[in-house]
């Protein structure tokens, strides 16, 4: 019989995991898993948990939670190398890392993924010393996913990031961003960048197309000053996946770079979380985590 140590965020998305741990655990252990539950108390504590479990004896650390949560786990995997299979539960509002692997929202086939036993190795980001599995942005809209409160999100779901987003739009002011990559440096004004290693952000499908979690590479945006008209026909090249083609957008891969603003304070979000100040050098970290995929 395997051991999973089964890390949780009981207040993540509508709450719904901890009502359910009673039938997960019956079909992990059905399936030869004997999965042993941990909630996390506080900011930082699935991190530290993770971080003991192979020197607890745990074959795999189970993930339920959203992007945040796996933020946190993967931070505690990566700093201190733990060479554990991650099985993962959505259990957020938006669930961008398990759609981006097409992991069931379906807790129970989620388990069958688990016991069914594939794996695949997949890439991470690192912005200087912190880790992300996803995303790695700053500017506009990028810091909504922690200004919307638990209780919004339970209540409203992704609704709650849009009327956020709604919100802050008129407020913000673009930036002077310094991009150094591939031997090149330029200063552009920008509105928003992305660094990308998944497909999809904020709950929005295939926003990087190209992106793929084990190719080496990430797929960067810059999204340089246009004019608040220019939203609405922005927004739609968006849905229809042709924004790439708008001339306010920049597109390129790379496996590092680096970011830096001239003369104000901007804060990075990685995976939904409060990340880094620029400056930032990033680098992807190839093929350093094994996730159990359908």
Not at 192 to 209: C, D, H, V
Request: aromatic content about 8%.
């Amino acid at each position: 019989m395997c051991r999973m140590k089964l890390i949780y965020n009981p207040t993540a998305g509508n709450e719904s995991f901890s009502y359910q741990l009673p039938e997960i655990a019956v079909a992990l252990n059905k399936g030869g898993i004997e999965a042993e539950p941990f909630p996390t108390e506080a900011k930082g504590h699935g991190s530290q948990l993770a971080m003991t479990a192979k020197e607890q004896g745990y074959d795999m650390i189970g993930i339920a939670g959203g992007d945040g949560s796996i933020n946190e786990i993967i931070n505690g995997i990566a700093h201190e190398e733990i060479p554990l299979p991650i099985g993962i539960f959505p259990a957020g509002t938006a669930n961008d890392v398990a759609n981006n692997l097409g992991i069931s929202q379906d807790f129970i086939r989620c388990c069958s993924i688990i016991t069914n036993g594939k794996k695949h190795l997949i890439d991470i980001g690192k912005a200087n010393d912190r880790y992300f599995i996803n995303v790695a942005a700053g500017g506009l809209l990028t810091n909504i996913p922690y200004k919307v409160s638990s209780e919004a999100k339970t209540l409203f779901g992704k609704m709650a990031y849009y009327a956020k987003g709604l919100e802050e739009i008129p407020k913000f002011r673009p930036f002077e961003l310094k991009v150094q990559h591939d031997r090149e440096e330029r200063i552009e004004k920008v509105m928003l960048f992305m660094i990308t290693n998944g497909n999809t952000i904020g709950g929005f499908s295939r926003i990087a197309p190209d992106a793929k979690m084990d190719d080496g590479l990430f797929d960067v945006y810059i999204v340089k000053q246009f004019l608040w008209k220019d939203i609405p026909d922005l927004f739609l090249r968006l849905l229809n996946r042709t924004h790439r083609l708008h001339p306010a957008i920049e597109y390129f891969q790379s496996h590092e770079l680096m970011l830096s603003s001239l003369n104000e304070h901007i804060n990075i979000d990685l995976d939904g979380e409060m990340g880094v100040q620029l400056p930032v050098s990033f680098e992807v970290i190839p093929k350093r985590i094994e996730v159990f995929v359908p």
